[in-house]
């Protein structure tokens, strides 16, 4: 759902980019239509576009993106929050490390334990990274795609079948209207 969320803001973003002008007139944005978008929807979104709303947190946005001086790439939690998780982290690791030096720690077992359960949506763990998380998207891709083929040529497939049998229908019925009287049995067992 994420995917699909990012997916549909890039797009909003790139016809806005395109298609629409803030200096333009309502109906000179509306005529400046992406040919892929119906009327409608268009419409909905030069409105939306224009929207004092719209604008307002547009400027936010701006202000906001203009003050950003480091990407924030630790998704919802503060480095305030991270600096103590970290903390916890290589707290545990040495106390476990002074109850037992012999025994082998788990690190991704304390990760865990200090930073919270893996919920829905979300990838807990030192191991995952944006490699491996591709990997995934492309691998669920690649599945999604070889089904949706499979999917495709069952369809293909059957208008095939649909097609072959409406033409030896429609021959059989050419057949019977010439002057030959038709067989009753023959035309059932044709059919």
Do not use: C
């Amino acid at each position: 759902m994420d995917m699909l969320r990012d997916h549909y803001r890039q797009r909003k973003y790139k016809m806005k980019a395109k298609y629409y002008n803030p200096k333009a007139t309502y109906q000179q944005n509306i005529r400046n239509k992406p040919p892929s978008i119906p009327e409608d929807q268009w419409k909905w979104l030069v409105e939306y576009f224009g929207s004092e709303k719209f604008q307002e947190m547009s400027s936010r946005k701006m202000t906001n993106r203009s003050l950003q001086t480091m990407a924030h790439t630790t998704g919802s939690k503060s480095y305030e929050r991270l600096r103590e998780d970290k903390e916890q982290y290589d707290k545990e690791i040495n106390d476990r490390q002074a109850e037992d030096a012999s025994t082998n720690i788990d690190e991704n077992e304390i990760f865990t334990e200090v930073v919270g359960q893996k919920r829905h949506g979300h990838i807990r763990g030192k191991l995952r990274r944006a490699q491996d998380i591709q990997a995934m998207r492309a691998q669920i891709k690649a599945e999604v795609e070889a089904k949706w083929e499979a999917k495709m040529k069952e369809i293909t497939d059957k208008q095939r079948d649909m097609e072959i049998m409406m033409t030896n229908i429609l021959k059989h019925l050419d057949g019977t209207t010439s002057s030959q009287p038709v067989d009753n049995e023959m035309q059932s067992s044709t059919i």
